[in-house]
T-cell receptor, first 109, second 115 residues
Framework: GQNIDQPTEMTATEGAIVQINCTYQ??????LFWYQQHAGEAPTFLSY??LDGLEEKGRFSSFLSRSKGYSYLLLKELQMKDSASYLC??????????WGAGTKLIIKP | ETGVTQTPRHLVMGMTNKKSLKCEQH?????MYWYKQSAKKPLELMFV???????ENNSVPSRFSPECPNSSHLFLHLHTLQPEDSALYLC??????????????FGPGTRLTVL
């Protein structure tokens, strides 16, 4: 079957760095998405990786290893507003998104 | 109005009620989606419409009935729901419905409680 695994919850300190991991098993692969979802709000797009390597976008970076079925989202210089759930989703061979359950990130002062 | 809007934001209904959720996108997209989001579970894709035709129905119970009158509007008609249907219902849109990479843009969701 198709599956996405990511930690349920993580805690980090304001100003620090946190890495949220995601592993995926899909029928075929056409890329991996990260979305951010604040409580009570819509998920919003953060990144898309289809090639191996690191994509940097400001304080956020996303990494992909296709051979390992692995991705991570790296958040630097954490701010209180980064407290949110982070959703990992892989695009399978039918271009259907397979979603993880999300990682709730708690930022402490 | 910009992006994807959903109404109502909150809905409480009894098991015998009939209600409808509405979604509207102002992005000129051709595909629209309904998702169910339950606590600590992955997003569940319910329906996909591309150019107003349904292309995906992931074995959703018939008590959920979608309607897509045009590419900008999507409805989810609800009747005789069960308490386990209580969840956040998210609408999303994308440029195309499949066969290519498509970033999906989400609405804020309708928080549904079934008593």
């Amino acid at each position: 079957g198709q599956n996405i695994d990511q930690p349920t919850e993580m805690t980090a300190t304001e100003g620090a760095i946190v890495q949220i991991n995601c592993t995926y098993q899909t029928s075929g692969f056409n890329g991996l998405f990260w979305y951010q979802q604040h409580a009570g709000e819509a998920p919003t797009f953060l990144s898309y990786n289809v090639l191996d390597g690191l994509e940097e976008k400001g304080r956020f970076s996303s990494f992909l290893s296709r051979s390992k079925g692995y991705s991570y989202l790296l958040l630097k210089e954490l701010q209180m507003k980064d407290s949110a759930s982070y959703l990992c989703a892989a695009l399978d061979s039918n271009y259907q998104l397979i979603w993880g359950a999300g990682t709730k990130l708690i930022i402490k002062p | 109005e910009t992006g994807v809007t959903q109404t109502p934001r909150h809905l409480v209904m009894g098991m015998t009620n009939k209600k409808s959720l509405k979604c509207e996108q102002h992005l000129g997209h051709n595909a629209m989606y309904w998702y169910k989001q339950s606590a600590k579970k992955p997003l569940e894709l319910m329906f996909v419409y591309s150019l107003e035709e349904r292309v995906e129905n992931n074995s959703v119970p018939s008590r959920f009935s979608p309607e897509c009158p045009n590419s900008s509007h999507l409805f989810l008609h609800l009747h005789t729901l069960q308490p386990e249907d209580s969840a956040l219902y998210l609408c999303a849109s994308s440029q195309d419905g499949g066969g290519s990479y498509n970033e999906q843009f989400f609405g804020p969701g309708t928080r549904l409680t079934v008593l």
